[in-house]
């Protein structure tokens, strides 16, 4: 069984930047792929970014592309979400997940308890 605990939200203003860190433990971290998906109110919860289990070929959603960057640290057992240009619409509850990756369709099975980012405008 997978824990997974990310840390790092916090409230911000438009324009700003969060970084986002999910700490691992309980599987061989490096075997698998990472990914980060986010829940808005009132809405789904909605793929963000995925890296492979090698760190190599990193997928992003369309909405955070080109703003968001996902990287890990596989002698950390951390995964990193990196935000940048942050808009008010980026707000929700952020959730690390473990599984096959990257893709959401590739299967994600363990997920974090979430930590919460608000971009104010």
């Known amino acids: 069984q997978v824990q997974l605990v990310e840390s790092g939200g916090g409230l911000v203003q438009a324009g700003g930047s969060l970084r986002l860190s999910c700490a691992a433990s309980?599987?061989?971290?490096?075997?698998?792929?990472m990914g980060w998906f986010r829940q808005a109110p009132g809405l789904e919860r909605e793929f963000v970014a995925g890296?492979?289990?090698?760190?190599?070929?990193?997928v992003y959603a369309d909405s955070v592309k080109g703003r968001f960057i996902i990287s890990r640290d596989n002698a950390k057992n951390t995964v990193y979400l990196q935000m940048n240009s942050l808009k008010p619409e980026d707000t929700g509850v952020y959730y690390c997940?473990?599984?096959?990756?990257?893709?959401?369709?590739?299967?994600?099975?363990?997920w974090g308890q979430g930590t919460l980012v608000t971009v104010s405008s």
């Open positions: 309980g599987r061989t971290f490096s075997a698998y792929a």
């Open positions: 997940a473990s599984g096959r990756g990257p893709w959401p369709a590739n299967g994600y099975d363990s």
């Open positions: 890296i492979r289990a090698s760190g190599g070929s990193d």
